[in-house]
């Protein structure tokens, strides 16, 4: 069956630009997560959905960061005003009982 | 709070030989452990688990890990490798109520011919 999917696999901005990340989760799973991957950091979790729950936010490392699951299914993670800490690899993850996530490919973010 | 140590951020071995990565933990509730291999410029893709039962688990391509709750530990085995397992390893654990990962900083394996 297909996988979790993410996109746009690349994406290169200018700093201070916007930047909108989608990933679309395995159909019927309904947690789904975002993590960061980054050489200085690695791999941190962001934000976490369950159903119609409201969303664990802990990991958002500042207020320019945020994401939105719509209808319990896509999820889109917004970044706002982009540094250029903010260049990273940016993955999703979906889980049908909360305990195995199984991943995408990831977005590249590259702020210039 | 959770976190997990690999001992070794590289290892190189050659074909055919037997591997250990090593990963230790540290938490203050019951455990869920995994381990996520990443090929380069892909995502991270799932080894194999530890959710409760057999401490002896089995995994893709061949892998194997063993929980070992004492020495907190959750090491992966593999007794023959190949070329194409090149890759990092990501040590990997969960708890508590949103079941979040704490990732290890990884391992990257490197077999030589």
């Known amino acids: 069956g297909a996988g979790v999917s993410q996109s746009p696999s690349n994406k290169v901005t200018e700093k201070g630009k916007d930047v909108e990340l989608r990933c679309d989760p395995i159909s019927g799973h309904t947690a789904l997560y975002w993590y960061r991957q980054s050489l200085g950091q690695g791999l941190e979790f962001l934000i976490y959905f369950q159903g119609n729950s409201a969303p664990d936010k802990s990991g958002l490392p500042s207020d320019r960061f945020s994401a939105e699951r719509t209808g319990g299914s896509v999820s889109t993670l917004t970044i706002q005003r982009t540094q250029q800490e903010d260049s990273a690899v940016y993955l999703c993850a979906s889980s049908l009982d909360g305990k195995t996530q199984y991943f995408g490919p990831g977005t590249r973010l590259l702020v210039l | 709070a959770q976190s997990v140590t690999q001992l070794d951020s590289q290892v190189p071995v050659f074909e055919e030989a037997p591997v250990e990565l090593r990963c230790n933990y540290s938490s203050s509730v019951s455990v869920y452990l995994f381990w996520y291999v990443q090929y380069p410029n892909q995502g991270l893709q799932l080894l194999l688990k530890?959710?409760?039962?057999?401490?002896l688990v089995k995994g893709i391509n061949g892998f194997e890990a063993e929980f070992n709750k004492s020495q907190t530990s959750f090491h992966l085995r593999k007794p023959s490798v190949h070329i194409s397992d090149t890759a990092e390893y990501f040590c990997?654990?969960?708890?508590?109520?949103?079941?979040?990962?704490?990732f290890g900083k990884g391992t990257l394996l490197t077999v030589n011919p």
């Open positions: 990997a654990v969960s708890g508590g109520s949103n079941y979040k990962l704490t």
């Open positions: 530890y959710l409760s039962g057999s401490t």
